[in-house]
């Protein structure tokens, strides 16, 4: 039965006192103190990560991701390459359809493959985002949360801590996501399982995390029960190496207080069902504690048996609220430079990845033409199949710079390769128009069409660098 409140079950509370555990980050100056000491000990001279992706690949198939379940709402997604100390993880973002402007970071957690092929709880989750229009940052853990990452535990040196191979990947994906899109109106971290236990650990070091919802992810090491290898966990969940003060052992309800600062919140849920870990009611060692400290940790205990037991009901009550309502189908359609229904023709298209301010963060341009200007035989062109009779409203976006085309030639066909409307476009100025996801689409006319298809073709027949980025289409009903 789910306790539907952000509170500690009043039975808990209620129940004997325990021995009061010793925390010690209860002020904001000794969370400033801990949070720069666990820094050092895991980054050392070269402090909290800055670095971007190594690479970033748009467009990637979202067969990649192996859901168990179909992913709703889901326009795209693309890949980073994150690489530390020599091992590579894979970090995804899932772009909804329609956007709310919310980033959720997702943590997979063990013995998954890198996917959410073994983990129907996280693709719940991941699922439940993107149906009320977050984007998804998904990042596995190292060698894909298999057994074999235990052997990483043994990489340790002077200057080299392995919680990095669990932490880096993460924190490196979502400066690259920041930097190469706006900046979202929230940033939120979750995980089950060991995703769970490193959205703990990244909450607690890294204030740009404003929520946490750790799910099935820890317990404090005191509480763990040694005879249960799972409840007992693994040699980076043992928090080796972590101090609060140079001697002091770190333990988890100090990370749950960092995760609160700076007016930050954090609900932590577990299952008293638990096949796995973190099971029974335990948390009544230090919940009340905690509460009396801050009202911005809280706890939330279900009864699910099973591998973590979350339910979707839970989610749904607990983090759903924050990731927003749900949003209605789009009438909006949006058709990016690396997406299907996209091609170019001719030899001069070069595909420009990491595109600051692009749709998907790509584009398509034209070249050696930036100097002089094209022939007209260079052509992209976006196709919207199965789209009803009637007025149409339809958008271009691109990114504006000095060396564009100022009299780029456009045009809009219906199926038959009718042209319905053209005009040229002075792409060194930004599109004014429409905002949608972050960016704008500049409206280049309203045709009405027949006949099942639309599309908008553009040419380098022009006087400077020709910007193939993204169309949109907006179905009737119109605004005017």
């Known amino acids: ?119 129907a709880v996280t693709a719940q989750l991941v699922n439940l985002a993107l149906e009320r229009g977050a984007t998804v940052l ?73 929520k946490s919802f750790p799910i099935a992810g820890s317990l404090p090491l005191g509480l763990r029960d040694p005879n249960r290898p799972s409840d007992y966990g693994d040699w980076e969940q043992r928090l080796t190496g972590l101090s609060v003060d140079g001697h002091t052992q770190l333990d988890y309800p100090d990370l749950y207080l960092m995760a609160t600062s700076d007016g930050r919140t954090q609900v932590q849920v577990n299952n008293d069902a638990d096949t796995c870990c973190f099971y029974g009611t335990r948390q009544i060692a230090y919940a009340a504690q905690l509460r009396a400290l801050t009202s911005n940790w809280s706890f939330v205990q279900e009864s699910a048996p099973g591998l973590h037991g979350a339910t979707i009901a839970t989610m749904t009550t607990v983090i759903g609220e924050t990731l927003a309502a749900v949003v209605a189908p789009s009438v909006d359609r949006v058709i990016d430079d690396s997406g299907s229904g996209f091609v170019v023709t001719g030899p001069d298209w070069v595909h420009r990845v990491e595109e600051t301010g692009a749709w998907g963060g790509d584009i398509h341009h034209t070249a050696p033409q930036c100097a002089g200007g094209g022939t007209g035989l260079n052509v992209a062109t976006w196709t919207f199949s199965d789209v009803p009779d009637g007025e149409v409203e339809i958008g271009l976006t691109w990114t504006a710079f000095e060396n564009r085309a100022t009299n780029a030639p456009v045009e809009i066909l219906d199926g038959a390769d009718q042209i319905l409307l053209s005009l040229r476009l002075d792409q060194r100025q930004p599109p004014v128009g429409i905002a949608m996801g972050g960016k704008v689409f500049q409206v280049i006319g309203r045709p009405h069409v027949r006949g099942g298809a639309v599309k908008v073709r553009l040419t380098d027949d022009a006087d400077g660098c020709v910007i193939a980025d993204a169309a949109m289409l907006r179905l009737a009903p119109l605004s005017r």
């Open 138 to 210: 998904f990042t596995p853990m190292p060698l894909g949360g298999t057994p074999a990452h235990d052997a990483l535990g043994t990489h340790r040196t002077s200057t080299f801590n392995p919680v990095r191979y669990f932490l880096d990947p993460a924190i490196v994906a979502l400066n690259t996501y920041l930097s190469q899109n706006p900046a979202p109106a929230e940033i939120i971290a979750a995980g089950v399982s060991g995703g769970g236990w490193a959205t703990v650990l990244l909450a607690a070091l890294d204030p740009r995390i404003e």
């Open 1 to 119: 039965m789910l306790i539907p409140t952000f509170l500690v079950a009043a039975a808990i509370l209620q129940a004997s006192a325990p021995p009061a555990m010793k925390l010690h980050a209860t002020t904001a100056s000794a969370i400033t103190a801990i949070r720069a000491r666990l820094v050092n000990e895991i980054w050392g001279a070269e402090g909290f990560p800055r670095r971007l992706a190594q690479e970033t690949t748009t467009g990637v198939s979202p067969a990649l991701l192996e859901s168990p379940t179909p992913l709703v709402n889901l326009r795209q997604v693309d890949r980073y390459l994150v690489v530390t100390d020599g091992n590579a993880v894979l970090p995804m973002v899932l772009r909804p359809t329609t956007p709310n402007g919310k980033l959720l970071m997702v943590g997979l957690g063990h013995s998954t493959a890198g996917t959410l092929a073994q983990s």
